[in-house]
């Protein structure tokens, strides 16, 4: 784009794709307000954002052009559409339509959707309609399109999340780049993308309400996911985080006066 209009120097080309990155997930965050406001209140939702805005890995990763980061972005949009239990912005083919997406941009990413997506199967009623009708025609729009795309790049018939997908995991090549103990994530990567997050997001794993179990389930699925993977990235779990976020706010909300009070210093609320 920065070519046809004549305008790839380098300081654009360096600072514009971080500006677009940063846009996209300042429109995550919000939809994880809206998403918390709609199945809570405002309160719960504020705190769930503060505590998002106060995550250290949340500023570190969110304006750098990672395929993490637009994953993470990708999921928290469809988690806006999941449908959770007291979840009023419910819908199937939005959702889908993101951790399609989510797939497309990195291959890895349905890992985290995969205890979700059984989750939604288990619970749908109509669950001939849910694959004819809504996985069938959003995954095979997506794969198709994004093989379209390749072919008038690469100039022949290429599957390049398949090709990603026997690099990184099949022949395991991404070794090469280094590799960790399997409890890696659980004793080192989790807790330091965390932070201080981390004692808030444990207490409030114990004191959440049970419709939210789903979510830590897709955490830890995710966590255990990746540990049999040799070679570990801190990123490579940056999309757990605004489900982690939510769990923070359990724990920082429990306390009613205290939080209100607190509310009010930080949000202005008189």
Known sequence: MLYWTGKDDV???IWLPRLIQAVFSSIADIKLYSLVKRMENSNVAKWVYF?????WFTWYCSSRTLTNTME?????????????????????????????LAFLVRPTAPILWVPLLLYHFSKEQKKLDLILLHCLPVGLLALG??????????????????????????????????SHPWHWYMTQGFPVIMGTHLPFFIHGCIVAPRR????????VWTVLIY?????????????????????CEKSENCGNYTNDSVSRLFFNEH
């Open 51 to 55: 505590s998002q805005l106060c995550s």
């Open 11 to 13: 300081f654009l080309l």
């Open 145 to 178: 399109g994004s093989v379209i795309i390749d072919w008038m790049y690469f100039g022949e018939w290429t599957v390049v999340q398949w090709n990603f997908l026997k690099f990184n995991v099949l022949q395991n090549i991404g070794s090469f780049y280094g």
């Open 227 to 247: 540990s049999t993977l040799s070679h570990k990235e801190f990123r490579f779990i940056y999309p757990v985080l605004p489900l982690c976020m939510i769990f």
């Open 72 to 100: 993470a972005v990708l999921g928290t949009l469809a988690l806006y559409y999941y449908p959770l239990e007291g979840s009023r912005t419910k819908s199937s083919t939005k959702y889908l339509f993101f951790v399609a």
């Open 212 to 219: 939210y179990r789903v979510l830590l389930v897709a955490i």
